[in-house]
């Protein structure tokens, strides 16, 4: 025989690792990496958890910023869809927002912000919730035309809302939302001349309706005469009613009250008491008016 003695086979062995050697391992790779794996999805996850609370807080000042009790549509605040256009490393934050309906109204705009971990979590269940809030003692509607700013710093807002209770809080009331018109020139006893260039008429009726909370409000309603030609056998007379009740004692003329058919600011002041949360305004022509259209230059309600 040879002096080296031919070796018995060993059918678990070959030219590189043994089984038991490759089976060792697995065994070491799995005790020694397994765990990095599981820190490293966890701290993905604090990272993006940190990361949406961090954008939470910016989404939260944007979304304050963006409040505006002065925007005639309030589903300008309310996303039917959740959001999920904010994303940073490659982290997509989901979001919804939504105006609270049920409790806003025209003095008092309650907006929540709801964030969430993924696009597919339900609405129901966020990963955070947030309420922006806005309170104003006074709303104003430039009647007729467009957003105004007075020198006073006031914000008139424009005449294009039609009220509907639901996610426009103030407006004109359909079917008695009347015409548009506009009368251009130097308007006297004012300094808001863009108010009173502007207004909203009718033949029969003009109505509006704001939501507020019940209490008593302040109610000043501002005119000037809209025809140039205007005389006493063709001025308009009208009748003016809050909450379905008329306030002028008899019927209330701009020509009478200003005197003849220049462009001369007046503004009737009335104070009245809400129980049912929404606050009624009716500019009617009177029976009698030999004028053809009433009027409304602006809408100015004050909390009390």
């Known amino acids: 025989m040879s002096n ?28 020694t990496l397994a765990p990095l794996l599981i820190s490293y999805s966890q701290t993905t996850q604090l990272t993006k958890n940190t990361y949406v609370h961090a954008t939470r807080a ?17 589903a300008l605040f309310n996303d039917s869809t959740m959001q999920t256009s904010v994303s940073e490393s490659g982290e997509v934050i989901p979001y919804y927002r ?3 309906f049920t409790n806003s109204t025209v003095f ?20 955070s919730r947030s309420t922006v809030r806005q309170s104003v003692d006074a709303f104003r509607i430039n009647c007729g035309g467009d957003n105004y700013v007075d020198q006073r710093g006031r914000f008139w807002i424009a005449d294009t809302a039609e009220y509907n209770g ?7 009331v359909s079917g008695f939302t009347g015409s548009t018109a506009t009368r ?16 909203r008429q009718s033949a029969t009726s003009i109505r509006y309706n ?11 309603l501002y005119f000037a005469e809209m025809s140039p030609t205007v005389t006493l056998s063709n001025h308009a007379i009208i009748n003016i009613l809050l909450e379905g009740q008329q306030r002028n004692g008899s019927g209330y003329s701009v020509f009478t009250e200003t005197g003849d058919s220049t462009l001369r600011a007046n503004i009737q002041s009335y104070q009245t008491d809400v129980a049912d949360n929404l606050l009624n ?5 009177d029976a009698s008016s030999p004028g053809s259209n009433g009027y409304i230059n602006g809408i100015e309600i004050i909390m009390l």
Do not use: C, W
Not at 166 to 172: A, C, D, R
């Open 108 to 127: 008092d705009k309650i907006l929540h912000l709801y964030i969430y971990r993924d696009a597919g979590d339900a609405l129901s269940n966020p990963l």
């Open 281 to 285: 305004l009716e500019i009617e022509r």
């Open 210 to 220: 704001f939501k507020v909370t019940n209490g008593q409000y302040r109610v000043n």
């Open 98 to 100: 939504a105006i609270d």
């Open 4 to 31: 080296f003695a031919r070796k018995k086979h060993n059918p678990f062995s070959h030219e590189g690792f043994t089984l038991i050697e490759i089976l060792m391992i697995i065994v070491l790779f799995t005790v």
């Open 166 to 172: 639901t996610t426009v809080l103030h407006g004109f």
């Open 184 to 199: 251009a020139g130097n308007v006297l006893n004012t300094t808001m001349d863009p108010l009173y260039e502007s207004y």
């Open 58 to 74: 910016d989404l939260v000042q944007s979304l304050a910023a963006q409040m505006d009790l002065n925007r005639a549509d309030y």
